[in-house]
């Protein structure tokens, strides 16, 4: 039987020695032998003696002789014990505090730049394609005002276009 449920102690120091099905938020997490977290976890310092699978973003992680683990492991400092059955991705650590989303302002910046990358590729084309005409993008008023985000779409469809591409092709994460 499993124990359902998140957990959300920013602070804490949690020692989980049953089996646990959810996200942990804590300070520092430890999985005892006997127990297993089917989730992902969001610590400063994880210790897993039993089992786990899901995702951790963690600054420190630690594995006893006999833990098992699978999936990912986000951090910037590992300890494997021989003996321990790794099968997880272990990469750098990102700071905890872009796990749960991006800010607005990061993806104004991001679409910002799609949006300038758009109209670079455009000005490319039409200064080496002189007889070509430059496609027009018109920015209706009001409400019907379009977003960064439509406006980087709508010029990368136009270069598409001068190109004589499909749209699809030129934004292939459209699907």
Same mark, same amino acid.
Not at 41 to 52: L, Q, T
Not at 89 to 116: D, K, N, V, W, Y
Not at 143 to 168: D, L, S
């Given at each position: 039987?499993?124990?359902?449920?998140?957990?959300?102690?920013?602070?804490?120091?949690?020692?989980?020695?049953?089996?646990?099905?959810?996200?942990?938020?804590?300070?520092?997490?430890?999985?005892?032998?006997?127990?297993?977290?089917?989730?992902?976890?969001?610590?400063?310092?994880?210790?897993?003696?039993?089992?786990?699978?899901?995702?951790?973003?963690?600054?420190?992680?630690?594995?006893?002789?006999?833990?098992?683990?699978?999936?990912?492991v986000n951090t910037?400092?590992?300890?494997? #014990? /021989?003996?321990?059955?790794?099968? =997880?991705?272990?990469?750098?650590?990102? %700071?905890?505090?872009? $796990?749960? @989303?991006?800010?607005?302002?990061?993806?104004?910046?991001?679409?910002?730049?799609?949006?300038?990358?758009?109209?670079?590729?455009?000005?490319?084309?039409?200064?080496?394609?002189?007889?070509?005409? #430059? /496609?027009?993008?018109?920015?209706? =008023?009001?409400?019907?005002?379009?977003? %960064?985000?439509?406006? $980087?779409? @709508?010029?990368?469809?136009?270069?598409?276009?001068?190109?004589?591409?499909?749209?699809?092709k030129a934004l292939?994460f459209l699907v």
């Open positions: 039987m499993y124990d359902d449920s998140s957990i959300n102690d920013p602070d804490g120091d949690l020692l989980i020695d049953h089996p646990h099905r959810g996200d942990v938020r804590c300070r520092r997490l430890t999985i005892g032998r006997s127990g297993s977290v089917f989730g992902n976890v969001v610590a400063e310092e994880v210790r897993v003696a039993g089992r786990f699978d899901g995702t951790i973003h963690a600054a420190r992680f630690f594995t006893a002789s006999g833990s098992k683990v699978f999936g990912a910037g400092l590992v300890s494997i #014990k /021989p003996g321990s059955s790794v099968n =997880a991705h272990i990469g750098p650590e990102f %700071p905890i505090a872009l $796990a749960p @989303a991006l800010s607005a302002s990061t993806e104004e910046a991001i679409l910002r730049g799609i949006e300038q990358a758009a109209m670079e590729e455009i000005s490319r084309l039409a200064s080496t394609q002189a007889e070509a005409p #430059k /496609p027009a993008v018109t920015e209706p =008023a009001g409400e019907e005002a379009q977003t %960064p985000a439509k406006r $980087a779409v @709508a010029a990368a469809v136009a270069v598409a276009a001068n190109r004589g591409e499909a749209p699809r292939p």
